[in-house]
């Protein structure tokens, strides 16, 4: 077995197999600001109780603080909803975007099965857990019950072998997209696995984990490497022994054996509009900006603001573009002020905004209009995702972003 069907076989009760449809329980359900009304509109029609307060997160991350009268409705009806249920874990005042705050506070962990009301909710498979996103129906019944189904997805093991050197992970999981295509892992799990992946930090397999679904999986899952399992006993105070660490038999099946070797890969930069339009660096070299973005659930962590610190230090960002940046939690936020991070962003005259989604969505704090384009560390480039259908979106890593807003085009870090 890999390690999606021995956790989906511990919380049934027995051995499952591919395409079985099976019911089972829940460990941790996490919804936003943007998915909690519609999700806690449907619970009221089926039940008074949710089934557990200490397995419901609650994060606000899409619009916060609240930017229309809309949002603002959005979360009074959410914030009436942890009171009267009594919502054990909730980080509703800017402590960042949930899938940095769960981690962050303890709630993953290996072999735990976790769903949430957001797609990117496959990040969590950076810790060994199954993880996936669901819409508001499903989560409403979690909710009252602690139970859902599944049908269990089929595997896709992707190797990934090399040195990074100069890249980072968001090339590695660009370039996997861009040959594996949006729809090419399409309800299947996505297994990564290799010399590469068992030596990434825990940010960097965070980024591909988190960037399964735009391939189509189900979910993205890692077995944790040393650094994750300290981590993750750091933050739930457990020891390594009391860990649900599973791991693939070397005779697992998959339907599909992926094998990516990264040594002479230039940066990769996801091209409008599909997330699998994807390219070397050097294809769009000098392709002007308007808007680039550091930030998300993606790479809003601290070694991606490091990293774009590093390029932007003694510069300055073109008159002609507007840097933003978004750490992805309270917690990054002040770690940044602390190492310096923060005042190298606004000396180089970048925009700092509270930890949250911001722009992502095209909703808040960064909105493109028409015939605009922005370079973005983001996950999704679609028509329209983050503003004006006419706008455009090129997804890349921090430092790629960060000499690109110095130089006004799509530039090389190298080149700064």
Known sequence: ???????????????????????????????????????????????DKVWNPEK????????IPANTIGSAEFQKVTRNFIKEQKITHHYINGEGI?????????????????VGADSHTCTYGAFGAFSTGMGATDIAMVYATGKTWFMVPEAIKIEVTDNLNNLTSKDIILN????????????????????T???????????????????????GIM?????????????????????????SDKDADYVKEYHFNIDGLEEQISCPNDVDNVKGISKVQGTSIDQAVIGSCTNGRLNDLKVAA???EGHKVHEDVRLIILPASREIYLNAINKGYIQTFIDAGAIVCNPGCGPCLGAHMGVLCEGETAISTT??????????????????????????????????????
């Open 1 to 47: 077995m890999n390690i999606t069907e021995k956790i989906l076989s511990e919380k049934v009760g027995h051995d499952v197999n591919p395409g079985e449809i099976i019911e089972s329980n829940v460990d941790l359900v996490m919804s936003h600001d943007g998915t909690s009304p519609p999700a806690i509109k449907t619970f009221e029609k089926v039940a």
């Open 56 to 63: 419901i997160a609650i994060v606000f991350d899409h619009n």
């Open 98 to 114: 949930c899938h940095q705050v769960l981690p962050e506070k303890g709630l993953v962990e290996p072999g735990k099965l976790i």
């Open 176 to 195: 996997i997209i861009g040959k594996i295509g949006i729809a090419g892992a399409t309800y299947k799990t996505a297994e990564f696995c290799g010399e």
């Open 197 to 219: 992946i068992d030596n990434l930090d825990i940010a960097s397999r965070m980024t591909m984990t988190n960037m399964a679904i735009e391939m189509g999986a189900k979910n």
């Open 223 to 247: 077995e944790p490497n040393d650094e994750t399992i300290k981590y993750v006993c750091k933050r739930t105070g457990k020891t390594k022994d009391q860990l649900n660490i599973k791991k």
């Open 310 to 312: 590093e390029i932007l």
């Open 379 to 416: 996950n999704r480039n679609f028509k329209g995702r983050m503003g004006d259908p006419k706008s455009s979106v090129y997804l890349s890593n921090p430092k790629v972003v960060a000499a690109s807003a110095i130089k006004g085009f799509i530039e090389k870090p190298e080149n700064i």
